[in-house]
């Protein structure tokens, strides 16, 4: 099975792209292309899958940069490839040849790109950090290196949907304490619960922080498991592991 890639307009002509599983060496709850290494899948089929990503950039394995993600707003910037993967989530480069990726299932990966001026940026934004400004951490490292924050464009590829992201009254308190105006992002569940909108959140604090354009391509990681793996529907599921998404761009 070929890969398949999601990709946007925005970020054109650049080579990104949003992997879904399809088309990877991964089996049984890992099926398809599994890029985690901190999963217990087996190190050697997640190299792998990982050497077709990159071959599909036209690079080596070594030239997909990745970090070790902690739900941190570190942001690296990056000069080339690691010897050994910092503690971050979220990497930016002016350096052709070199495509920065991350890694989810079920958190939001967001490429970022000034064309004009030759500045790309991934970033992982789960809840927590994009509470904490991972978003905007980047964009800020992104300026650093030339580029216009209102010539950027960013895109939020497969995300947990707020239609399967139920969470608990504390969740919600924990945002309402940083903001009250973050209520608009919750709708009521049931039992007293809530289903949070972090799609809806990350778009919001990437156009508050002045990006030109930003989409979210729509597609759900949780109610998508042929295309997608999940966190949460791994949980759900009682499954011991699940795989990881990558999504990456190169100049």
């Known amino acids: 099975m070929t890969l398949e890639i999601l990709t946007s307009d925005l970020l054109t002509p650049l080579r990104h792209g949003f992997f879904t599983r399809r088309g990877g060496a991964s089996s049984g709850i890992f099926r398809g292309l599994n890029c985690g290494p901190g999963s217990s899948d087996q190190s050697e089929i997640v ?11 036209g690079l080596t394995p ?52 000034d064309p004009e001026a030759g500045v790309i940026g991934a970033a992982h934004a789960g809840w927590r950090g994009a509470m904490d400004g991972v978003l905007e951490a980047t964009l800020d490292a992104m300026e650093a290196l030339g580029a216009s924050r209102a010539a950027i464009r960013a895109v939020i590829g497969p995300s947990i949907s707020q239609a399967a992201y139920e969470v608990g009254p504390e969740f919600l308190e924990d945002f309402m304490a940083e903001d009250p105006a973050n209520s608009r992002f919750f709708a009521q569940g049931e039992g007293g619960r ?27 990681t949780y109610s998508d498991p042929d295309r997608f793996y999940s966190y949460r529907r791994t949980t759900h599921a009682g499954e011991a592991d699940y795989g990881r998404l990558i999504s990456a761009i190169r100049l």
């Open 62 to 113: 070594g030239q997909l940069v990745t970090v070790h993600q902690v739900h941190s707003a570190d942001v690296v910037t990056v000069e080339g490839p690691f010897d050994t993967p910092p503690r971050a989530d979220a990497l930016v480069t002016d350096r052709p040849g070199i495509a920065l990726a991350v890694l989810t299932a079920d958190c939001q990966p967001v490429l970022l790109a």
């Open 47 to 57: 190299a792998i899958n990982r050497a077709r990503v990159a071959d599909s950039f």
């Open 194 to 220: 809530y289903r949070f909108d972090l799609p809806a959140f990350g778009l919001a604090r990437l156009r508050a922080a002045g990006v030109g354009e930003a989409e979210w391509i729509r597609h759900c």
